[in-house]
């Protein structure tokens, strides 16, 4: 199993333009998650999803947008790129939620995306 | 929204020295994950805690959560230089599948 796979690994970009990151997860999973990660700040939730053709928002939604239109993929898509978009985006996984707690979630190897 | 804080920001120990992590949540958790990861890499599920008072332990690593269920932490015995890394914890409220992460503890070991 690759597990969970992002696509592309690196991305510069210049101020107004557009992109769609990829992620793909082979392990049937229900959830799935984009995050993006600054220095000092954690890892911040921008947009995740229950299941196929549901998403939701999550802490920093502005400037993104997510489709699940099949089960194994979630893409998110910056329609025009600032610089404060420069970040590492990290995509992940998990089995929805069972009685007495959550799954572990899955992640990616990351994105790393410069906006000049 | 809930918030989970984390503390100390960065922690740099001698090889053999302890290390502790603590994270604090603004509303009552229903459990609480933590993670690792190492430089350049992704974050990587090392335990969930979900009972009140809970008290696990991995080899050198112990992991509690608070009986109000509004606290954690990450306790490292003797410290190794594999050990360096980030660590978050990661509190679920009644968001189906939705963790709040901490801002991560920065852990330096030096030989």
């Keep these: 199993n690759a597990g969970v796979t992002q696509t592309p690994k690196f991305r510069v970009l210049k101020t107004g333009q557009s992109m769609t990151l990829l992620c793909a997860q082979d392990m049937n999973h229900e959830y799935m998650y984009w995050y993006r990660q600054d220095p000092g ?3 911040r939730l921008i947009h995740y999803s229950v299941g196929e053709g549901t ?23 910056l ?15 998990s ?6 707690g959550y799954n572990e979630q899955f992640f990616g190897p990351g994105t790393r995306l410069t906006v000049l | 929204g809930q918030q989970v804080m984390q503390i100390p920001q960065y922690q740099h120990v001698q090889e053999g020295e302890d290390f502790t992590t603590y994270c604090n949540s603004s509303t009552t958790l229903s459990n609480i994950q933590w993670y690792k990861q190492r430089p350049g890499g992704h974050p990587v599920f090392l335990i969930q805690l979900v009972k ?3 008290v696990k332990k991995q080899k050198r690593l112990t ?11 990450l306790h490292i015995t003797a410290t190794q ?13 009644t968001s189906y599948g939705k963790l709040t992460f901490g801002q991560g503890t920065i852990l330096t070991v030096h030989p």
């Design chain 1, 55 to 77: 998403t939701a928002k999550g802490e920093v939604p502005d400037g993104y947008n997510v489709s699940r239109l099949k089960k194994q993929n979630f893409l998110l898509g």
């Design chain 1, 79 to 93: 329609e025009s790129a600032a610089p404060s978009q420069t970040s590492v985006y990290f995509c992940a996984s």
């Design chain 2, 52 to 54: 009140s008072g809970e």
């Design chain 1, 95 to 100: 089995y929805s939620k069972f009685s007495g």
């Design chain 2, 81 to 93: 230089t594999t050990d360096v890394g980030t660590y978050f914890c990661a509190g679920g409220g």
């Design chain 2, 63 to 73: 992991f509690q959560f608070g009986e109000a269920k509004k606290n954690s932490s």
């Design chain 1, 41 to 43: 700040m954690g890892l």
